[in-house]
C-alpha cells in the first residue's frame, strides 16, 4: 500500500450548513488538507463518492435527507465505497445516536465545536489506517499471526479486519457472537482474540470467562474492542481477564502498542 501525507488526502467534507463547512474548511486547510470536496446532503456525498473516491469522509450527524449514521450504514454496504474511511462531527453525545457510527467503523468523532489539534490527530489516525505499517516481533511475523474477531456486527467486523490488514495481519475466522466463537476456539489455535462487549447471545466478558476456564486455550491474549463507557461493567471485564480494551473508535497506534504488548508478554 502506498503511503500518504496529509497533503495528498482526497476529502468529501458532507455538511449542510455553510457557516459549518466554511469552519470545517479553513481548519482542513490549516491541518494541512489541499483536496477536498463539499456535499450538503447525503444523496449528495453517494453520488459524489461514485463518481470520485475520496480517501476519506468526514461527515455532520444530522444532514437533510438522511443522518450521518445511515450515510456510512449506505458506504458499508456498497462494495465500491465499503473502504473509504469516514470521520464523524458532531455537537450529539448521546451513546443511542453516536454507537451505531461507532459500530460501522469510524477513524474518528469529533465533537463540534472541536479543537485544531483533535481535527489534526484524527486526520493522522486516518493516514493510519489506509497506510500499511507491518508490526515486528522478536520472533514472529504479523501475517503468520491468526486471529478470531468476535462481534456481531458485520460492519464492525470489516473496520477491525481492514485497521489489523494494515499492520500487516492477514489471517482471520470471524464470529458472530461468543456462543459462535466457542467451538471455532475449541477446535482451532488462535494467537490472539479480538471481542465486542455487547453480543445477544453471549457477551464478551461472557466468552472471556469461558476462554479463562473452560477453552483449551486458557492462556490466549484477548483483546476487547467496545464502545460500552459503563466503568462498573468495565471493570467487570479486566476483573474476568481481558488482556487488554480499546474503545470504538479507535486510534491504530493504540491498538498496534496493545497488541503487541499482548504478544511479547506471552
Not at 14 to 43: D, M, R, Y
Not at 72 to 86: P, S
Not at 223 to 250: H, R, W, Y
Amino acid at each position: 500500500m502506498i503511503e500518504k501525507s496529509l497533503a495528498e488526502l482526497y476529502i468529501l467534507l458532507v455538511e449542510p450548513s455553510v457557516t459549518q463547512a466554511k469552519i470545517i474548511s479553513k481548519e482542513l486547510k490549516a491541518s494541512g488538507i489541499n483536496h477536498f470536496e463539499i456535499a450538503s446532503s447525503g444523496e449528495e456525498a453517494l453520488d459524489h463518492l461514485h463518481k470520485y473516491r475520496p480517501d476519506l469522509v468526514i461527515s455532520s450527524l444530522y444532514l437533510p435527507d438522511m443522518t450521518g449514521s445511515d450515510l456510512i450504514n449506505c458506504m458499508r454496504n456498497d462494495n465500491e465505497l465499503e473502504e473509504i474511511a469516514f470521520m464523524l462531527i458532531s455537537s450529539t453525545t448521546g451513546f443511542d445516536e453516536l454507537d451505531p457510527v461507532r459500530q460501522a467503523g469510524v477513524s474518528a468523532i469529533l465533537p463540534k465545536p472541536f479543537a485544531s489539534h483533535q481535527l489534526k490527530r484524527a486526520l493522522l489516525n486516518t493516514l493510519d489506517i489506509l497506510s500499511s505499517k507491518e508490526m515486528e516481533f522478536d520472533e514472529m511475523n504479523a501475517e503468520d499471526l491468526k486471529v478470531l474477531v468476535v462481534d456481531d456486527s458485520k460492519m464492525a467486523r470489516n473496520h477491525i479486519k481492514r485497521v489489523l490488514s494494515g499492520l500487516g495481519i492477514v489471517n482471520f475466522t470471524e464470529a458472530d457472537d461468543g456462543i459462535a466463537a466457542i467451538p471455532l476456539i475449541e477446535n482451532s489455535f488462535f494467537d490472539f482474540v479480538v471481542t465486542d462487549y455487547n453480543m445477544p447471545q453471549m457477551d464478551g466478558k461472557a466468552l472471556i470467562e469461558y476462554i479463562r476456564n473452560k477453552s483449551n486455550q486458557q492462556s490466549i491474549p484477548v483483546l476487547m474492542v467496545t464502545s460500552e463507557n459503563n466503568e462498573n461493567s468495565l471493570a467487570a471485564v479486566e476483573q474476568a481477564g481481558v488482556s487488554g480494551i480499546c474503545d470504538k473508535p479507535f486510534e491504530t497506534d493504540t491498538v498496534r502498542e496493545i497488541i503487541h504488548k499482548m504478544m511479547t508478554d506471552i
